[in-house]
């Protein structure tokens, strides 16, 4: 039995009769409630044979140098700041506003020009293309906590948070995943350009370089060259990037496991205040999950929500349109108080 996602809302953008543009705004939901400690297996058509080394080499080669962190030469505070700006900058904005609340749901209208660079700032938290990305949490949310969700906890916790990444899928990696799932993004020339030959990772690497010369400007006022340079790449890109992986996987893993829920929905979502706030507002996952297309996760007063209250605020100077906010009307439906 397949039930629909809420089509109406006061304050949503008109809904346009295409079937592509239904691939993003009407994800069914298929499947009932399983038992609470029911387990499943992995997605059927996940070949564990086929290891993604693309995935495998920079998930331990990053890791591997966290311990550095401790060591004088290379810690900073200035660097552990930044992990808290650059999550910000390029996991709320680029993620959580760009591939998720934009590409995904479209939550809301903008110039292509900033769309892309939402898409490009996201590239740059090397969680893979936008197209992919997209592709895997719209089955998520299709089919979320069962056995075709691609990163469901019902699996091993491990399995959600991140060992899904590191072997095929073929229901998530094949053209004709890639035709039903994110059509419209294929038909767009920089994200097919992003697509082709793995592009995206050339732009996270080109981004990473950048650092280089901007450690080397900083290294002018700190008189340290050498170690301001290191330091910007160290923060600024390996320590901010695991960072970011974590609390992003974490919404995959953690907010489908521990938190309480507002709505009752036919999957084991939650809302986790600790990364809620590390996401900047991604962890009002059960709030989500009852109404993927608002842009707004955080629903009661104190849920704050620091990526809406950006986009609100780009709305109000004019720069985005129609920021789909919560349908009360169906929410109040599947409020469990
Ligand atoms: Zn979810
Ligand atoms: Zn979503």
């Known amino acids: 039995m397949a039930t629909e996602v809420s089509k109406t ?3 949503r953008p008109p809904e346009s009769t295409s079937s592509v ?22 997605p059927e058509q996940v070949d564990e044979s086929a290891i993604l080394w693309s995935y495998v080499i920079p998930v331990l080669l990053f890791h591997a140098v966290i311990p550095l962190a401790f060591f004088g030469y290379f810690f900073s505070w200035w660097g552990v700041a930044f992990l808290f700006v650059g999550n910000y900058i390029f996991t709320s904005i680029g ?11 479209k939550g809301f209208n903008c110039p292509k020009w900033f769309e892309y660079t939402l898409a490009t700032l996201g590239v740059c938290s090397f969680q893979d293309s936008p197209a992919r990305w997209v592709l895997v949490h719209r089955i ?20 959600a948070h991140m060992g899904w990444l590191f072997v095929d899928n073929k229901a998530t990696s094949t053209a004709s995943a890639y035709d039903r799932y994110v059509k419209d993004l294929m038909r767009d020339k920089y994200y097919m350009w992003l697509q082709r030959g793995q592009k995206w990772i050339l732009v996270y690497v080109l981004h990473a370089l950048a650092f280089i010369p901007l ?27 695991v960072f970011t992986w974590h609390v992003t996987w974490a919404i995959n893993s ?33 709030n989500h999950h009852a109404d993927p297309r608002s842009a707004r996760h955080g629903h009661r007063w104190w849920e704050v929500d620091v990526t809406y209250l950006t986009l609100a605020s780009l709305q109000k100077i004019g720069l985005i349109s129609d920021l789909a906010t919560p349908n009360n009307a169906a929410l109040d439906r599947k409020a469990l108080d």
């Open 254 to 286: 953690a907010a489908h496991m521990w938190g309480y829920r507002n709505y009752e929905t036919r999957e084991d979502s939650r809302n986790n205040w600790l990364f809620a706030i590390l996401t900047n507002g991604e962890g009002w996952h059960n």
């Open 215 to 241: 450690g080397m400007i900083a290294g002018l006022f700190t008189g340290e060259m050498v170690r301001t340079t290191v330091q910007f790449f160290f923060w600024g890109v390996v320590m901010r990037t």
């Open 9 to 11: 809302n006061d304050k």
């Open 140 to 159: 998520h949310h299709q089919h979320s906590d069962h056995q075709p969700d691609p990163h469901t906890p019902r699996v091993s916790g491990f399995w």
């Open 21 to 42: 543009d239904q691939q993003a705004k009407d994800i069914h939901v298929e499947g009932q409630q399983l038992g609470r400690d029911e387990r499943i297996p992995k």
């Open 95 to 105: 993620i959580g506003a760009g591939y998720h609340r934009l590409l995904t749901h």
